[in-house]
């Protein structure tokens, strides 16, 4: 019994995280549609998603018995076009965390200009602990749940969090059954074989890298022998290590679930990738970590969260000693924290701005597919890096006239684009 209050205990500290991520953003929504001029009405409309599904999806698992799983699909706002956005497998999924992720990703949408709303979908599960058919089993069960309120002029999902390539093309396949028609461009970030995009994986990299570049200039920071901590090893921390690294940058720290590795001389990134394992894991190997609040608080020049949510708070604000902040995770850094970096003068880079090369390139994806004409590696890099410097200058200079910090300034540009598509509908 204690270990079971233990555990719901640890659930509703998570569930309180997240009714506050989806506060706080509805909070700077507001904020941004009435520096904007918009009325009320526009924001209760705005403010949580228009439509939410919860799933129960019974998978028959490899020992014969039957575990069922709760999944959810939100879709938060369909005015400029069909809703967009990952599906995460994680054991912390909570129906607030999607739909505050479903409003990030319309915020997202908004931002690079794609013909989207926003959407998320997730599944409470662990994915570590389930086998490949299980994972197979409950990923094509899931498919079928939602099977409805979803497809290619619709809702499009994508990966997210413990979702990969694999993943998606067992999603894909099962709507083409249900469909009876093979529809790749149901679903993004599918292997290149099954309609998928050059690119498609190292895009939020690739698009946090160009953030980070476009941030150095305005501060003056020449990105060879720039200081970078990483904080996250997984798809995009490891690829954004990879990138900085080759830009001629020196990653001095990067870290995982279980500790952090500091080298004030730079580590050895190439090293570290071969070392990691599908999940991102890579500092077990080593005797001589610090922990993750130490990293955060190291002296640097250029400090990346790219892991979870909530990592720079009102408690360690103060002691961060980087000079630009570029948020590759979902909401590392809470609106407190935001105020008193801005304050700093620390230049934050939001991560709605900063991670929108992932849903960039799933749009080039889903327009491939609907073209049924394919891209090369180059011309999609190219597409994206006209995008997102086209986005990062739009926030830049929207923060400079309004005098607002970049995260006020993406959501304005982020929610101009909703509230004028649902205007125009005669929604508001």
């Keep these: 019994m204690v270990a079971e209050k233990g555990t719901q205990t640890k659930t509703q500290q998570q569930r309180e995280q997240h009714f506050e991520l989806l506060n706080s953003t509805q909070i700077v929504i507001s904020e941004a549609l009435e520096k904007l001029g918009y009325p009320n009405e526009v924001y209760e409309l705005l403010k949580e998603p228009v439509r939410m599904m919860t799933v129960k999806i019974p998978v028959r698992m490899d020992d014969g018995t039957v575990k069922i799983f709760t999944g959810y699909r939100a879709q938060h706002n369909d005015a400029v076009g069909p809703t967009k956005g990952g599906i995460r497998f994680h054991p912390n999924v909570t129906e607030n965390e999607v739909k505050a992720l479903s409003i990030w990703m319309s915020l997202k949408c908004g931002i690079v200009d794609l013909p989207y709303g926003g959407g998320k979908g997730g599944i409470i599960c662990d994915p570590r602990e389930m086998s490949f058919r299980e994972l197979e089993r409950l990923s094509r069960g899931y498919v079928r749940a939602i099977s409805q309120i979803v497809g290619p002029t619709k809702d499009i999902p994508a990966p997210d969090v413990f979702t990969n390539s694999q993943i998606m093309a067992w999603m894909m396949d099962e709507y083409s059954r249900i469909d009876e028609f093979n529809s790749p461009g149901f679903i993004t970030g599918k292997p290149l074989v099954l309609g998928g995009s050059h690119g498609r994986e190292t895009a939020t990299a690739k698009g946090v890298t160009i953030c980070i570049r476009e941030a150095a200039k305005k501060r003056d920071i020449d990105i060879k022998g720039a200081r970078v901590v990483v904080q996250g090893f997984g798809n995009a921390g490891s690829f954004l290590a990879k990138f900085m690294h080759d830009a001629g940058a020196k990653v001095i720290a990067i870290s995982d679930a279980y500790g952090a590795l500091h080298d004030p001389n730079g580590l050895d990134i190439d090293y570290l990738l071969d070392r990691r394992d599908s999940f991102g894991t890579v500092t077990k190997l080593f005797n001589n970590t610090i922990s993750n609040k130490e990293l955060l608080e190291l002296d640097c020049d250029i400090l990346v969260p790219a892991a979870i949510e909530n990592q720079i708070t009102e408690e360690n604000a103060n002691d961060i000693k980087a000079k630009i902040v570029v948020e590759a995770a979902n909401g590392p850094t809470t609106l407190e924290a935001t105020k008193i970096l801005t304050d ?50 739009s926030i830049y200079e929207t923060a400079q006239v309004r005098k607002v910090n970049m995260r006020l300034a993406a959501y304005m540009v982020g929610v101009r684009k909703m509230a004028e598509a649902s205007r125009f509908r005669g929604w508001v």
């Design 344 to 393: 700093r003068g620390i230049l934050l880079v939001p991560d709605v701005l900063a991670s929108a090369g992932g849903v960039t390139v799933s749009y080039f994806e889903w327009v491939q597919n609907n073209q049924g004409y394919y891209w090369t590696e180059e011309e999609v890099e190219q597409r994206l890096e006209k995008v997102m410097v086209r986005s990062f200058d």
